[in-house]
């Protein structure tokens, strides 16, 4: 084989590994991956709403429950007071007895309070056990796609150390300068910059190749570097 005949070599091995690079930074599983991050995400700020809500609801119950105790405490001295026989005025015992009624109309309606905040947790309970159930399947969907996506890149990283070191053992019987030619027109035409001449034809650029410049090119010596006048390729013939 010629040196050029490794090079078109050496170029089908870089196409495969361009097409492994690019199969590797498309796998579907990044997707996969990306999504269940992103629902994570949301699932999260969600649950930090319902929680911040669920705390504001157990701080209103825990304030009326306060208030509950507080209230109950005052009518206990209340009621000591009202039959603890201390007092026999008529007017201070009735008064007494208002007040003590007042404070149990009060505890009642704080009681009722207390159970309104129960009523409003209950939905927001629930809430946070669906988003909990949420997040784990969303962790475990993000779990399995990164296990996939991690053993769809182990295998093409594989496969593209082989294509590398066949490529770096082929490079070696390449001449410097035309290796060097080669690597600088790849980087400016798509990742081809050697391709065969079949007839007239550049298969790196599909075109027909002039007579003029197709009949200079067969008449170049075997080992010139000849490149196409319409993509500036390296031709092998």
Same mark, same amino acid.
């Given at each position: 084989m010629s040196a050029f005949d490794d090079l078109l070599e050496v170029q089908q091995l870089d =196409?495969?590994? &361009?097409?492994?690079?690019?199969?590797?930074?498309?796998?579907?599983?990044? %997707?996969? *991956?990306?999504?269940? *991050?992103?629902?994570?995400?949301?699932?999260?700020?969600?649950?930090? %709403?319902?929680?911040?809500?669920?705390a504001e609801v157990r701080r209103e119950q825990r304030r009326h429950e306060d208030? *509950?105790? =507080?209230?109950?405490?005052?009518?206990? $001295? *209340?009621? !000591? $007071?009202?039959?603890g026989g201390a007092i026999t005025s008529p007017k201070e015992l009735e008064a007494l007895q208002h007040e003590l009624d007042g404070l149990h109309?009060?505890?009642? %309606?704080?009681?009722d309070l207390v159970i309104e905040q129960m009523e409003l947790a209950e939905p927001i309970d629930e809430e946070l056990l669906s988003l909990a159930a949420r997040t784990e399947a969303s962790e475990l969907e993000r779990t399995a796609a990164q296990a996939e996506l991690d053993a769809g890149l182990a295998a093409l990283e594989a496969e593209l150390a082989d294509v590398s070191a066949t490529r770096t053992r082929l490079a070696k019987e390449i001449p410097d300068d035309l290796l060097a030619g080669y690597e600088s027109i790849r980087a400016r035409s798509g990742g081809v910059g050697a391709a065969r001449l079949s007839g007239s034809r550049c298969e !790196?650029?599909?075109?027909?190749?002039?007579s003029a410049d197709l009949d200079a090119i067969r008449h170049?010596?075997? &080992?010139?570097?000849? =490149?196409?006048?319409?993509?500036?390729?390296?031709?092998v013939r």
């Amino acid at each position: 084989m010629s040196a050029f005949d490794d090079l078109l070599e050496v170029q089908q091995l870089d =196409t495969t590994a &361009d097409q492994l690079r690019h199969r590797m930074s498309t796998l579907p599983e990044r %997707d996969r *991956v990306a999504a269940a *991050v992103v629902a994570s995400a949301e699932i999260a700020i969600a649950t930090v %709403d319902a929680e911040s809500r669920r705390a504001e609801v157990r701080r209103e119950q825990r304030r009326h429950e306060d208030e *509950v105790a =507080t209230t109950e405490a005052k009518a206990g $001295q *209340v009621n !000591g $007071q009202l039959y603890g026989g201390a007092i026999t005025s008529p007017k201070e015992l009735e008064a007494l007895q208002h007040e003590l009624d007042g404070l149990h109309a009060r505890q009642h %309606d704080l009681e009722d309070l207390v159970i309104e905040q129960m009523e409003l947790a209950e939905p927001i309970d629930e809430e946070l056990l669906s988003l909990a159930a949420r997040t784990e399947a969303s962790e475990l969907e993000r779990t399995a796609a990164q296990a996939e996506l991690d053993a769809g890149l182990a295998a093409l990283e594989a496969e593209l150390a082989d294509v590398s070191a066949t490529r770096t053992r082929l490079a070696k019987e390449i001449p410097d300068d035309l290796l060097a030619g080669y690597e600088s027109i790849r980087a400016r035409s798509g990742g081809v910059g050697a391709a065969r001449l079949s007839g007239s034809r550049c298969e !790196g650029c599909h075109l027909a190749i002039p007579s003029a410049d197709l009949d200079a090119i067969r008449h170049a010596a075997a &080992d010139a570097m000849v =490149t196409c006048p319409e993509c500036g390729r390296i031709l092998v013939r």
